[in-house]
């Protein structure tokens, strides 16, 4: 599934920099922004925090910013969190164009179940591709259904969106299946406990 536009924004214009007038804004409900690309002076604004809280969940957030009645395409680049509450402190924001090609990594979710008793590591939680600015895949599936152990899928494997060009290293591991350690070494337990059992039958039908 491709993202088109996420929401229209009305974005504020801001003079005033610093980190006290930017804790200002947050408590007055507001993110501070900067937008950049195409060549252009970066322009510093103030969005609206709940409903750019919830747009940025999603990865490659795609938002039309109204500045002063002028629309200004943007994808968030960068979204900076405070480390322990976690609070959105500031957003990057990349000018794009309509079908303009822009670099986004993406993630990449795992679905299907893998052979009974071995598990499916994501080596690689996202991939890079060069897709159209409004033609942004949410994820890259990667279907690990019947797997068995030491199968392993690289970059190069994934099945990509139309009109997505992949930018990483073709053979890079995104996805290896293999038997848990614990779950081997209960098999070697049982094996050894069945040799044991074997044994000790034959020294008694020796007997």
């Known amino acids: ?86 609070i959105i402190e500031h957003i990057d924001l990349l000018v794009v164009k309509k079908g303009e090609k822009i670099h986004v990594d993406v993630p990449v979710t795992v679905v299907g179940e893998p052979f009974a008793g071995t598990i499916a590591n994501l080596d690689a939680s996202t991939v890079s591709l060069e897709v159209e600015a409004t033609h942004i895949p949410e994820h890259v599936e990667v279907d690990v259904e019947g797997l068995e152990d030491g199968a392993h899928v690289t970059a190069g494997d ?28 209960a098999d070697d337990e049982i094996a050894e406990a069945d040799a044991e059992v074997a044994a000790g039958q034959s020294e008694e039908s020796a007997e």
Do not use: C, W
Not at 45 to 73: C, F, T
Not at 159 to 184: F, H, M, R
């Open 1 to 86: 599934m491709s993202t088109e536009i996420d929401a229209k924004v009305h974005a504020e214009l801001r003079e005033n920099f610093g980190k006290g007038f930017a804790r200002r804004l947050r408590a007055a409900g507001q993110i501070p922004a900067v937008i950049y690309g195409h060549g252009t002076t970066p322009v510093h604004v103030a969005l609206p925090g709940h409903q750019v809280s919830l747009l940025v969940r999603r990865a490659n957030a795609l938002l039309e910013l109204d500045i002063d009645g002028k629309d200004h395409l943007t994808l968030v680049k960068d979204v900076q969190r405070d480390p322990v509450r976690q």
């Open 158 to 185: 994934l099945k990509l969106p139309k009109g997505a060009s992949l930018i990483t290293e073709p053979e890079t591991l995104v996805v290896a299946i293999y038997v848990p350690t614990a779950t081997i070494a």
